[in-house]
C-alpha cells in the first residue's frame, strides 16, 4: 500500500467530510438567484481537506482572510452553523479553507503554492479543463499532494461545484445540482 493509500484508510471518512463541504457549496450555489447577471459575482469556496495540520510547507497565510472559528470551528454532518459561515466567507474572503481530516477548521485562509519541478514531473495524467480558472487550477495541483485529502471549489462565475481527488475532478455545472431533488 502506497504512503497515499495508507493516508486514505487512515482518514476513510474523509470522504462523508467531503460529501458535507461539498453539499454546503451545492447550497450556495443553488440559493444564489443572480448568475445569469453581467457584472455579478457569485459566491466563492476553496475548501482543502488535509490528512495533517501542518500545511505550511505548501501554503502561505492570505493575510487577514481567515475562517470565524468562533462561529464554527468543525464541519459537522448536521450542522447548519457551517453553512451559515460558510454563506459569509463565500462572499467576503479569500483563500482557501482548510479542514482537518477530523473537519476541524483552521482559521487561518490559505494561498497554496504551486507545485515544485520535481512534484510537476509526478502529475503528469494530471489535464485541466478549458473552463478552470486560478483556484480551480491551484485545487487540481493541491490534490495531488500527499496530505491533501480532497479540494473542493464553488465558481463565484457561474456556480460550478468541484471536487479534486488525487489529481482528478468531477464537477457539477449550477443547473445540475440537486439532480431530481432540484427544486425550480
Not at 80 to 99: H, K, L, P, T, W
Not at 121 to 129: F, K, L, Q
Request: hydrophobic content about 35%; proline content about 2%.
Amino acid at each position: 500500500m502506497t504512503d497515499r493509500s495508507n493516508l486514505r484508510a487512515k482518514y476513510a471518512t474523509s470522504h462523508e467530510l467531503m460529501d458535507v463541504i461539498r453539499y454546503a457549496a451545492e447550497t450556495l450555489s443553488v440559493e444564489f438567484d443572480r448568475w445569469d447577471e453581467r457584472h455579478v459575482t457569485g459566491p466563492s469556496l476553496y475548501v482543502l481537506i488535509v490528512a495533517d495540520i501542518d500545511f505550511g510547507n505548501y501554503t502561505d497565510p492570505l493575510g487577514l482572510n481567515t475562517w470565524p472559528v468562533d462561529e464554527c470551528q468543525v464541519v459537522q454532518r448536521e450542522s447548519d452553523a457551517f453553512i451559515e459561515v460558510a454563506r459569509d466567507v463565500a462572499f467576503s474572503r479569500d483563500g482557501a479553507i482548510v479542514v482537518a481530516g477530523d473537519g476541524t477548521i483552521q482559521e487561518q485562509m490559505v494561498r497554496v503554492r504551486n507545485l515544485s519541478v520535481s512534484e510537476r514531473e509526478r502529475t503528469d495524467g494530471v489535464s485541466p479543463a478549458g473552463w478552470m480558472g486560478t483556484k480551480h487550477l491551484s485545487a487540481l495541483e493541491a490534490s495531488t499532494r500527499q496530505q491533501v485529502l480532497w479540494a473542493i471549489t464553488l465558481s463565484e462565475e457561474d456556480g460550478r461545484v468541484t471536487t479534486f481527488l488525487d489529481g482528478e475532478y468531477r464537477d457539477y455545472e449550477h443547473g445540475e445540482l440537486g439532480g431530481r431533488w432540484r427544486l425550480e
